[in-house]
Every structure is written in C-alpha cells, then in structure tokens.
C-alpha cells in the first residue's frame, strides 16, 4: 500500500513537472494559479481542516504578505524572493495581534470576525494607509524574482518557482500533521473541551495554527506580488477568501491530498468550460451544492489518525 502510494506520487510529481513542455503560455499559467492557490488553501486547512476554526479572512493574511513584498521592493530595491521570510513574519505577526483579542471565539461567532478583519485590510489598502499602498491604484513596478542571478520572466519559468514552493509545502506541512503540534490540533478540531480537559492549552494552540496558517499565506503572498509585478486590494477580495475556503471543504478539510485536487478542481475547471461562459458558473455551483449533499466530507477526505499503543499486538487504535 505504501508502495503503492509512493509510485502514484512519483507519477504525478512526474506529469506535473512535465506539463510546461507540452502547454502552451496561457495553460501554465492556469497551472501556477493553481500552484498559488494550492499554498493558500493548503495554509488555511491548518487552521480550518486541522485545528478545526473557521477563518473566513484568510485573504487578509494573503494581502499582508503580498503588499510587504510590493512596499519593501518598489522603496528599498530588494530583492522579492529575499523578502519571503519576512513577508512571513509580517502575515504572522499580524495574525498574532488581529487573533489574540478573539481567540476564546467559537464556530460561526469566530467566523464573523475573520470576514470582518478581511474586510478592514482591504479598506484600509484602498485608503491608502500611511500613504504607502497606494490606494484602488495599488503598487506597480515589482521586480521580477531572481534565483542565482536568473530572472524569472516566463509563464514557464513561474511554474517551476511556485510548483516547488507548492511541493516544499506538502512536505512541511504532512511532517506537521504527525508531529505533536499536528496532534495536538487534531484533538483541538475533534473535541475542544476533552483536549483541554487532556491538559492541552486550546488558546495557544489556536494561536499557533492561525499564526502558522497566516505565514504561509504570507509568503504566497510574495510569489504573486512577484508574478503578477502588481498588486491592488481588489486582489484580496472576500471571494479569494471563499475560494480559499471552498477549496478546504471541497477536497477535504485535514486533507493535503484532497486540497490539492480541490485547487485543481476550482480553479482550473473554470477554465477549462471557459467557451461555456454563461454556464459554466452555473454549473460549478450545482457540482458544488452536488458534492456537499453526497460527498460531505470532501472528495478525499482525511483518513483516521492511527496510534500505536504498547501491548497491542495489532499496532494501534484509529482516532
């Protein structure tokens, strides 16, 4: 099974990394939305697929790390790649402050205040905050990326910077699922009161997971600041946020697997029906309703947590 596994990952690394040498400019970029979508939803099913909170803001985050990146490259030339860790650090100090004040918040009360904090950011982008984001014009004239003197121009070459980035992400965060933070949040997400009664700090674990989850966004953030060498608030609108979020559910909310196909699936089959242009909203939206009736826990949802228990002959008990 595991060898299994192995081949069908290898396979599909291997069809991925090809698919610039057979698409055409337009297709690969589907392809690095894709890839930027997938990093954003995979940082938000940290928070909402792991650690069980809703965040229906997450495209706050998403716009602090992007605007970092634009102010510090247009102002101070740096390079935009350079600056990932700290458009990191800026999305998840934010997340810190906006977060502390609510964390005690549960379910849907919880859920307002993040569309409400997504909300306030893209507002205060469009006022042109301190004079420096430029207002609904945004920030033009972002450098392109650099890796090792090699600038970083076509669609193709975007791909392979953000499908590793992309790749990179999966690693890091399917070595988090199954360490003790990773576990600590399943309890979290599986029965808040019983994780705290285990002796689990819930609030700062919650802080942990929205921290992490808004660094992440952050840094996706910088990749398309780069890529699209532009940026303005209406990028960070609260439908990015629903898409976001739709993404989680649709795939599998715990599930690194089912995120990804839900990146490929709702942002790429849109354009795939493009020349159904007055339907093809029409339809996503019935295979959406579709899909929750039939298929609640997403179309790869998490499989259950095995643990292994001394003096089990049989190696474990599910969770």
């Known amino acids: 099974m595991k060898n299994r596994k192995l081949v069908v990952i290898a396979g599909s690394a291997a ?95 919880l859920c307002i205040v993040t569309i409400g904090i997504g909300e306030i950011v893209r507002i205060a982008l469009i006022n042109n905050i301190f004079g420096i984001t430029g207002g609904d014009n945004g920030i033009f004239g972002i450098s392109r990326p650099s890796v090792f003197g090699y600038v970083i121009r076509s669609p193709q070459q975007f791909f392979y910077l953000i499908w590793i980035f992309a790749g990179i992400t999966v690693i890091l965060f399917h070595l988090l699922e199954y360490s003790r933070v990773g576990r600590a949040l399943n309890y979290l997400r599986e029965d808040e009161v019983a994780a705290e009664g285990s002796g689990i700090d819930t609030a700062h674990y919650k802080l942990v997971a929205l921290v992490l989850g808004a660094a992440w966004a952050g840094m996706a953030g910088n990749i398309y600041a780069a890529k699209m060498s532009i940026i303005s608030p209406g990028s960070f609108s609260f439908w990015e946020s629903v898409l976001m979020f739709a993404i989680v559910i649709l795939g599998g909310a ?66």
């Open 254 to 319: 715990g599930s690194i697997p089912g995120v990804l196909l839900g990146a490929f699936l709702i942002i790429g089959m849109p354009e795939v029906f493009r020349q159904f242009a007055s339907a093809r909203m029409l339809i996503f939206g019935a295979a959406m309703v579709a899909m929750m009736i039939f298929r609640t826990q997403g179309l790869l949802p998490a499989r259950p947590r095995k643990y292994r228990l001394a003096g089990l002959p049989s190696g474990g008990v599910e969770t």
């Open 15 to 109: 069809v991925l990394a090809a698919a610039p040498l057979f698409l055409d400019a337009y297709w690969t970029d589907v392809l690095n939305n894709i890839g930027i979508y997938a990093v954003l939803a995979l940082s938000l099913n940290l928070i909402v697929g792991h650690a069980g909170l809703f965040n229906l803001g997450h495209a706050a985050f998403y716009a602090v790390g992007a605007y970092t990146a634009a102010i510090l490259n247009t102002t101070y030339h740096i390079p935009v790649l350079a600056l990932l860790p700290v458009c990191g650090f800026t999305s998840g100090l934010f997340a810190l402050l906006a977060a502390r004040p609510i964390i005690h918040l549960r379910g849907d009360y």
